[in-house]
């Protein structure tokens, strides 16, 4: 009797399926997160692409002098510090509140560095405004965006990723507008 009470609880498959689904478990757990922190990544890119790129074409409209050369070449400091605003929060107010960011890991304006080279033109690489001048102002505009990871820092402790986005566009030669 003993042996067929061992053959029929060794044949039962009542319970099986919950074991199953013990441990398939974790890994849908972890592709649900990761498919969220995906999104939030993706997200956060998006938005610091778009601080990047408006504070690079709001640069670009600012007074650059590039008939010295290369050397010396820079925006106007007080321009320099509105745009970085402009990429974290949108405006231009150098003293924004923490609801005015766009994202509450970028909020140090020494993440952006803005770089200004006077490029050749004499080839007429660029045309149009730019025909006849022979030094064109190139505004280079590199953010690198601390990303934290809900992820990453339950099982890493708390770290987190550096972003880094950089836009280049041509700018103003002397002030004239556009």
């Known amino acids: 009797m003993a ?7 060794i044949r039962r498959n009542g319970g099986a399926s ?10 849908l757990v972890l592709l649900l997160f990761a498919g969220v922190e ?3 990544l993706f997200h956060d890119y998006h938005v610091v692409d ?13 007074d650059v002098d590039c008939t010295g ?11 320099e510090t509105d745009a970085k605003y402009l990429a974290m929060t949108g405006g231009l107010d150098n003293t924004p509140s923490a609801g005015d960011y766009h994202l509450g890991s970028w909020t140090d304006p020494g993440t ?9 033109n004499s080839a007429a690489t660029y045309k149009g405004l730019y025909l ?3 030094r064109i102002p190139q505004i280079v505009v590199t953010a690198t ?24 566009e041509v700018g103003l030669f002397d002030g004239n507008p556009v």
């Open 69 to 79: 050369g290369p050397v010396g070449a820079f925006v106007v400091p007080a321009a």
């Open 50 to 62: 778009k601080g990047v790129r408006d504070m690079t074409r709001y640069l670009s409209r600012q």
């Open 112 to 120: 952006i560095s803005v770089v200004v080279n006077c490029v050749d």
């Open 132 to 134: 006849n001048d022979a």
């Open 18 to 27: 919950a074991a199953e689904f013990a441990i398939v478990l974790p890994l």
């Open 38 to 40: 995906g999104g939030r």
């Open 3 to 9: 042996r067929t009470e061992a053959i029929n609880f």
């Open 145 to 168: 965006v601390p990303i934290d990871l809900f992820l990453r820092s339950i099982f890493m402790g708390t770290m987190s990723l550096n972003m880094e986005i950089q836009h280049i």
